[in-house]
């Protein structure tokens, strides 16, 4: 737990590069309507998670206190800060001082689970500078043990994640969704980000659970009870090309159909075939 000394802003994304002993993630401890919960701010992926009122950035306020870890394998480390790393802003976030040049076409998603009162965020990105294994496009994550606060995690060896930075998509690899509850409730997991994904790509959520898939759209919830549990067993995430065909050898002769749901639970069929006077459409729900 380190402290800001100045009494101006501290970059992190300067600080964090002139001390590469430590991770290149930093973590607040900041207040929701109801409790205190932990936001993330990763300075290499530029990335960070909305569960607080206030909102992080590479930008810490004066005297504010974060936490910082060694890298992996690393026993102890030195941090230490300059008046080059200082920085100025306004109430509205706006640098007097130009912002280094940042990665923006990195693929985000960005999940949230709620149980109506408290809620935490987890987040999925593809960089290309990123490997699939731990690396400095990756948070930790930090629970805040507190049984109202439900979480949300991804995993990374034996590596619970809030940002979970891997290199480039593989479709339909299976990607474990950590939830931890401390109370038996009624809760709600939805998309709040998909950023810079190809056209077509679906994103499913599989609750292994009840054998069901839903396709992730930004406002679209998917509903669920879950009982007192920490696993990652119950949900994975699963990424899918259109036009990835597996198992089918007479590919000239396939007729494509793509099913998508919008923003307004509209179901559209798009069928790139000769559509016949007996071809139908069946609809299931989960049960």
């Not at 005297?63 to 790393?85: C, D, I, K, L, Y």
């Not at 839903?214 to 998917?222: E, I, K």
């Not at 050898?249 to 016949?276: C, M, P, Q, T």
Request: glycine share 6%.
């Amino acid at each position: 737990l380190l402290g800001n000394p100045y009494p101006s802003y501290l970059d992190w994304s300067l600080a964090s590069a002139a001390n590469p002993g430590v991770m290149s993630t930093i973590w607040y401890r900041t207040k929701t309507a109801t409790a205190y919960t932990f936001d993330t701010y990763n300075a290499v992926g530029n990335m960070h998670t909305n569960n607080g009122l206030t909102t992080v950035s590479n930008l810490i306020p004066p005297m504010q206190a974060f936490w910082v870890r060694v890298n992996e394998g690393q026993p102890t480390s030195t941090v230490t800060f300059t008046n080059a790393m200082r920085s100025h802003a306004d109430v509205s976030g706006n640098k007097m001082k130009a912002p280094a040049l940042l990665q923006t076409a990195q693929q985000v998603l960005r999940l949230q689970v709620s149980n109506g009162i408290n809620s935490d965020e987890t987040i999925v990105l593809f960089n290309s500078a990123a490997t699939n294994g731990i690396d400095n496009f990756d948070s930790p994550k930090m629970t805040n043990n507190n049984a109202a606060i439900p979480e949300l995690y991804t995993v990374a060896g034996n590596q619970q994640l809030v940002i979970n930075g891997l290199n480039s998509i593989t479709p339909n690899e299976e990607i474990p969704l950590g939830f931890t509850t401390g109370q038996s409730n009624v809760f709600t997991l939805k998309a709040t980000e998909l950023s810079n994904f190809d056209s077509g790509m679906q994103i499913l959520l599989k609750d292994n659970l009840l054998n069901s898939e839903q396709l992730l759209a930004v406002g679209t919830d998917y509903s669920f009870t879950s009982d007192i549990t920490s696993n990652t067993s119950r949900f994975t995430l699963i990424f899918k090309s259109p036009s990835l065909t597996t198992a089918l050898n007479d590919v000239e002769s396939l007729n494509e159909v793509f099913v998508n749901v919008d923003k307004d639970h509209r179901i559209s069929i798009r069928y790139s075939g000769k559509a016949e006077s007996t071809d139908c459409a069946e609809i299931y729900n989960s049960v």
